[in-house]
C-alpha cells in the first residue's frame, strides 16, 4: 500500500492535559455565576418597572380623556368601539337565544345592551370618551354572556346566518327610509314658501288696482331699446317672481353698464300682474325690464307644438297628477315643472324674439357675481349654443341621458359625448335660425311620445337638438350644484360668474344649503314693505 504524503497524513489523538481541564471547570463556574447575577437584576428590574406600566396606563387614560367621542368610537384601542362591538356580537346571540328559547339568556343579553346603549350615550351627550372604570364592568359581564351563549352551542355558522338576516333586514329599512326621504324632499322642492304666495298676492292686487302701472306697462311695451341688437338682451321664463327678482337684481349689481341691459321675461298668466307691478314699481338702474304672458302667444298652439300637444294629453296629467302613482318612477321625474310650458320656451327664443341676433338665457335659479356682457363677444365659432359642459363627471356624458339601446339614438350620437348645462347659455340666434334647431327639437320630441329615448326633462331634447351646434365656455362662467352639493369649494364660487341652485335645495326654500343661501339673500330686497308683511304674516 502506498504511503500518503507526510503533510497529508492523519493526526494523532492526543488526550488533554490535566490544566486544559481545570480551565474549562473555571471558565462553567464563571458562567454559571454570571447568569445567576443576571437573573437577580432581571426580577430586580421587573419588580422596578411595574410603577412605570401603571404611570403608561394613566398617560394612555389621558389620551382617552382627550379624545372626544366620534374619534373614540373610531378608535381600534377605545372603550367605546370594543362596547360599540361587543353589542353588535349580544345583539345577534339575542335573536339566535330566543330561536332556541332560551329566554333567560337572551333578557341578560338584553339587559347588558341597554346598559352599553346608555353608557355610550351619557359619553355622547357630554362629549367626552368612555373611562376604564366605566367600561370595564360592562365589557366583563358583556364577555361572560356572549362566552356563555357560545357554550350553549350557538355555532358560527349559526350566528352568521343571523346576523346576515339582520343586516339585510336594516338595508331594507334603509332603503325604505332613503325613498320616503326622497319623496318628502321632492315633497318640499315643489311646495311654494307662504311668504311668496303672500307676496305675489299682494303685488297682484297692486297690478289690478293702480291704472297708473298698468299704463305705464303699455307705453314700455314697444320701446326700441327692446329690439336693439347693440344692447345686451337676457331671457329668464319663470313664474317665481323673488327668483327673477334675484337675477335680475345680481345681474345689473355686477354689470359695468346697467343702462345697456335688457331683460326679455316670459311668465304665466297667473303672475303677470304681480311680475309687471314689481319691475315697473322698483329701480333697475335704468335697465330694460320687459314681462310677456305666455298666454299671449297665441301661435305656440297644439298644431305647431308637439311638446303643447303633449302636455295636453290625458295620459301625461294622469303621470304627474294622479293619486296612486307608479312606485318604480323617480319621484324627480313627477315634477311639475316637467308638465310646464314655462320650461320649454326656451327652445322657441327664436321666434319669440324675432329681430333679436344674440341672447344670453337665465335660469331663474342662477345668482350672477360677475359682468356678463363679455359673453356677447365670445366667438362661437359658428355654433348655435354656448355653454359650460359638465363631463367633468363621468355621469354627464349621453349615455347617461338617452337611451342608447334604442338603435335612433345608438346610429347618430356618440354615447361618450360631453354633455353640458342649461342655466347660463349664450345663444346665437342667426345661427340657430339657419340651423333649424327648434324644428329638430320638434322632431325628436315626436319620437319621444311614448318616452322610450329619454324621461323628461329639458336637458335631454337639449343634447339632441343642439348635438354639435354648442361651444364649449370656460367653466367659470357657469358653477353648479348649490342646490345639492355641500362641498363645493369655496374659490370656485369666489370666482364664478354664475352659480347656479340647480337641485331640490332650492334658496327660497326652507330645505336650502345654509352654507349657500347667503349668496341669494344679498340680492332679495329685504327693506321692501311687502315682504317684511309677509314674513310676520
Same mark, same amino acid.
Given at each position: 500500500?502506498?504511503?500518503?504524503?507526510?503533510?497529508?497524513?492523519?493526526?494523532?489523538?492526543?488526550?488533554?492535559?490535566?490544566?486544559?481541564?481545570?480551565?474549562?471547570?473555571?471558565?462553567?463556574?464563571? $458562567?454559571?455565576?454570571?447568569?445567576?447575577?443576571?437573573?437577580?437584576? #432581571?426580577?430586580?428590574? +421587573?419588580? %422596578?418597572?411595574?410603577?412605570?406600566?401603571?404611570?403608561?396606563?394613566?398617560?394612555?387614560?389621558?389620551?382617552?380623556?382627550?379624545?372626544?367621542?366620534?374619534?373614540?368610537?373610531?378608535?381600534?384601542?377605545? !372603550? $367605546?368601539?370594543?362596547?360599540?362591538?361587543?353589542?353588535? &356580537?349580544?345583539?345577534? !346571540?339575542?335573536?339566535?337565544?330566543?330561536?332556541?328559547?332560551?329566554?333567560?339568556?337572551?333578557?341578560?343579553?338584553?339587559?347588558?345592551?341597554?346598559?352599553?346603549?346608555?353608557?355610550?350615550?351619557? @359619553?355622547?351627550?357630554?362629549?367626552?370618551?368612555?373611562?376604564?372604570?366605566?367600561?370595564?364592568?360592562?365589557?366583563?359581564?358583556?364577555?361572560?354572556?356572549?362566552?356563555?351563549?357560545?357554550?350553549?352551542?350557538?355555532?358560527?355558522?349559526?350566528?352568521?346566518?343571523?346576523?346576515?338576516?339582520?343586516?339585510?333586514?336594516?338595508?331594507?329599512?334603509?332603503?325604505?327610509?332613503? %325613498?320616503?326621504?326622497?319623496?318628502?324632499?321632492?315633497?318640499?322642492? *315643489?311646495?311654494?314658501?307662504?311668504?311668496?304666495?303672500?307676496?305675489?298676492?299682494? &303685488?297682484?292686487?297692486?297690478?289690478?288696482?293702480?291704472?297708473?302701472?298698468?299704463?305705464?306697462?303699455? *307705453?314700455?311695451?314697444?320701446?326700441?331699446?327692446?329690439?336693439?341688437?347693440?344692447? !345686451?338682451?337676457?331671457?329668464?321664463?319663470? /313664474?317665481?317672481?323673488?327668483?327673477?327678482?334675484?337675477?335680475?337684481?345680481?345681474?345689473?349689481?355686477?354689470?359695468?353698464?346697467?343702462?345697456?341691459?335688457?331683460?326679455?321675461?316670459?311668465?304665466?298668466?297667473?303672475?303677470?300682474?304681480?311680475?309687471?307691478?314689481?319691475?315697473?314699481?322698483?329701480?333697475?338702474?335704468?335697465?330694460?325690464?320687459?314681462?310677456?304672458?305666455?298666454?299671449?302667444?297665441?301661435?305656440?298652439?297644439?298644431?305647431?307644438?308637439?311638446?303643447?300637444?303633449?302636455?295636453?294629453? $290625458? /295620459? @301625461?296629467?294622469?303621470?304627474f297628477f294622479d293619486s296612486s302613482p307608479d312606485t318604480s318612477v323617480e =319621484?324627480?321625474?313627477?315634477? =311639475?315643472?316637467?308638465?310646464?310650458?314655462?320650461?320649454?320656451?326656451?327652445?322657441?327664443?327664436?321666434?319669440?324674439?324675432?329681430?333679436?341676433?344674440?341672447?344670453?338665457?337665465?335660469?331663474?335659479?342662477?345668482?350672477?357675481?360677475?359682468?356678463?356682457?363679455?359673453?356677447?363677444?365670445? /366667438?362661437?365659432?359658428?355654433?348655435?349654443?354656448?355653454?359650460?359642459?359638465?363631463?367633468?363627471?363621468?355621469? +354627464?356624458?349621453?349615455?347617461?341621458?338617452?337611451?342608447?339601446?334604442?338603435?335612433?339614438?345608438?346610429?347618430?350620437?356618440?354615447?361618450?359625448?360631453?354633455?353640458?348645462?342649461?342655466?347660463?347659455?349664450?345663444?346665437?340666434?342667426?345661427?340657430?335660425?339657419?340651423?333649424?334647431?327648434?324644428?329638430?327639437?320638434? #322632431?325628436?320630441?315626436?319620437?319621444?311620445?311614448?318616452?322610450?329615448?329619454?324621461?323628461?326633462?329639458? &336637458?335631454?331634447?337639449?343634447?339632441? @337638438?343642439?348635438?354639435?351646434?354648442?361651444?364649449?365656455? /370656460?367653466?367659470?362662467?357657469?358653477?353648479?350644484?348649490?342646490? #345639492?352639493?355641500?362641498?363645493?369649494?369655496?374659490?370656485?364660487?369666489?370666482?364664478? @360668474?354664475?352659480? +347656479?341652485?340647480?337641485?331640490?335645495?332650492?334658496?327660497?326654500?326652507?330645505?336650502?344649503?345654509?352654507? #349657500?343661501?347667503?349668496?341669494?339673500?344679498?340680492?332679495?330686497?329685504?327693506? +321692501?314693505?311687502?315682504?317684511?308683511?309677509?314674513?310676520?304674516?
Open positions: 500500500m502506498r504511503r500518503r504524503a507526510t503533510d497529508f497524513r492523519r493526526p494523532v489523538r492526543r488526550r488533554f492535559s490535566w490544566w486544559i481541564w481545570v480551565l474549562l471547570l473555571s471558565f462553567l463556574i464563571a $458562567a454559571g455565576f454570571v447568569l445567576l447575577v443576571v437573573q437577580h437584576s #432581571y426580577r430586580h428590574q +421587573h419588580h %422596578v418597572e411595574q410603577p412605570v406600566m401603571e404611570i403608561n396606563h394613566i398617560n394612555e387614560r389621558s389620551v382617552h380623556e382627550n379624545r372626544n367621542f366620534t374619534e373614540e368610537l373610531i378608535s381600534a384601542r377605545s !372603550y $367605546a368601539r370594543q362596547l360599540a362591538e361587543q353589542m353588535t &356580537l349580544a345583539k345577534a !346571540y339575542v335573536i339566535i337565544a330566543k330561536e332556541h328559547n332560551n329566554l333567560h339568556l337572551a333578557w341578560e343579553l338584553s339587559s347588558k345592551i341597554r346598559s352599553c346603549q346608555l353608557l355610550l350615550s351619557k @359619553a355622547a351627550k357630554r362629549e367626552e370618551p368612555i373611562s376604564l372604570e366605566e367600561a370595564e364592568l360592562i365589557i366583563k359581564s358583556l364577555s361572560s354572556l356572549i362566552f356563555k351563549a357560545q357554550d350553549a352551542h350557538y355555532d358560527i355558522a349559526t350566528t352568521l346566518m343571523t346576523m346576515k338576516s339582520h343586516i339585510q333586514a336594516l338595508e331594507e329599512r334603509a332603503n325604505a327610509a332613503t %325613498v320616503q326621504s326622497t319623496v318628502f324632499g321632492q315633497l318640499a322642492a *315643489e311646495s311654494i314658501p307662504k311668504k311668496l304666495q303672500c307676496f305675489d298676492i299682494k &303685488l297682484t292686487a297692486d297690478w289690478l288696482q293702480n291704472i297708473t302701472l298698468q299704463e305705464l306697462a303699455h *307705453e314700455r311695451r314697444n320701446s326700441p331699446r327692446l329690439v336693439d341688437n347693440n344692447l !345686451y338682451h337676457f331671457c329668464i321664463f319663470s /313664474d317665481n317672481l323673488l327668483a327673477v327678482s334675484v337675477v335680475v337684481n345680481s345681474t345689473i349689481s355686477n354689470a359695468e353698464h346697467p343702462k345697456q341691459l335688457v331683460f326679455h321675461i316670459v311668465t304665466n298668466g297667473v303672475k303677470f300682474g304681480a311680475m309687471q307691478a314689481w319691475f315697473l314699481s322698483n329701480d333697475f338702474k335704468d335697465a330694460a325690464v320687459e314681462i310677456q304672458n305666455i298666454e299671449h302667444l297665441t301661435w305656440l298652439n297644439a298644431s305647431y307644438s308637439p311638446v303643447v300637444k303633449q302636455l295636453h294629453e $290625458a /295620459d @301625461a296629467r294622469t303621470y =319621484p324627480k321625474f313627477r315634477n =311639475p315643472k316637467f308638465i310646464s310650458l314655462l320650461n320649454h320656451l326656451r327652445f322657441y327664443i327664436p321666434e319669440i324674439y324675432p329681430q333679436l341676433e344674440k341672447v344670453v338665457f337665465l335660469d331663474e335659479d342662477v345668482v350672477v357675481q360677475k359682468d356678463l356682457t363679455p359673453l356677447f363677444s365670445l /366667438d362661437l365659432h359658428g355654433n348655435v349654443n354656448g355653454a359650460v359642459e359638465t363631463c367633468l363627471e363621468a355621469f +354627464h356624458r349621453y349615455y347617461k341621458y338617452l337611451n342608447f339601446s334604442n338603435p335612433l339614438i345608438s346610429t347618430k350620437f356618440d354615447p361618450q359625448a360631453c354633455g353640458w348645462a342649461f342655466g347660463v347659455n349664450v345663444f346665437d340666434l342667426i345661427a340657430w335660425r339657419k340651423a333649424n334647431v327648434t324644428t329638430k327639437y320638434h #322632431y325628436w320630441q315626436e319620437k319621444n311620445i311614448d318616452m322610450s329615448l329619454w324621461k323628461l326633462g329639458t &336637458l335631454p331634447p337639449g343634447l339632441l @337638438a343642439f348635438y354639435g351646434l354648442t361651444e364649449p365656455l /370656460d367653466r367659470r362662467w357657469h358653477v353648479l350644484g348649490l342646490g #345639492y352639493d355641500l362641498n363645493i369649494d369655496n374659490r370656485l364660487i369666489e370666482t364664478a @360668474a354664475v352659480i +347656479h341652485f340647480n337641485g331640490n335645495m332650492k334658496p327660497w326654500l326652507k330645505l336650502s344649503i345654509g352654507r #349657500y343661501r347667503p349668496l341669494w339673500e344679498q340680492y332679495v330686497n329685504q327693506s +321692501h314693505h311687502y315682504l317684511q308683511e309677509c314674513v310676520t304674516s
